[in-house]
């Protein structure tokens, strides 16, 4: 059982699960994403401390905030730990006076506390086996390979355009619509 650092990469709406939005991380020391789908609330939640707005009076995790600085305790981390028949588990790592405090919690709570903090956010390693997204590698190195001539121009061409096809596919299998729109724009490029 690893832990895997994570940094939230944004939010969106899920267009498959209607109010719901998709939260995803994305691993810090690599390239892998895990969506995890949230409610609006904790989206909310989550984007507003992300935007630093600050809204007239406290929401529930600027309370439990609060809560958690009055009996001084801090956020030492939060760790997505399980996945169970399609559902996220988490725990917020609480630290106070040396004791260590585990607290079961929906991942999104969780998340929503550690923005909060400034916490991190751990995965562990099977979850992000079982749930997480393979993403390409940086744009720079695809535009290198796109524009390499190792092998003959058409070869090469319908090679890569059909690695693309082939990944654009499965995006849009995964619902990772972010990810698909920015494959089909370079199938575009390809076949303009």
Known sequence: MSKILMEILGLSTSPSSGGAYAL?????????????????F??????LELENIKPPRPMTHDLLKKFVQNFDSDVKEVYINELKEGTFFAQ??????????ELDSRPSDAIALAVR???P???DDSVLIEAGIKTEPEQKTIEKALNSDETSPGQKELSQLEKLEAEL?????????EKAAKIRDRISKMKG
């Open 121 to 123: 956010i751990y995965v």
């Open 117 to 119: 903090f400034g916490s």
């Open 42 to 47: 904790e989206a909310q939640a989550i984007a």
């Open 92 to 101: 917020i790592i609480l630290e106070r006076e040396d004791q260590i405090i």
């Open 169 to 177: 596919k499965t995006a849009i299998e995964t619902e990772n619509y």
């Open 24 to 40: 995803i991380l994305s691993e810090v020391e690599g390239n892998q994403r895990l969506p995890i789908i949230i409610g609006s």
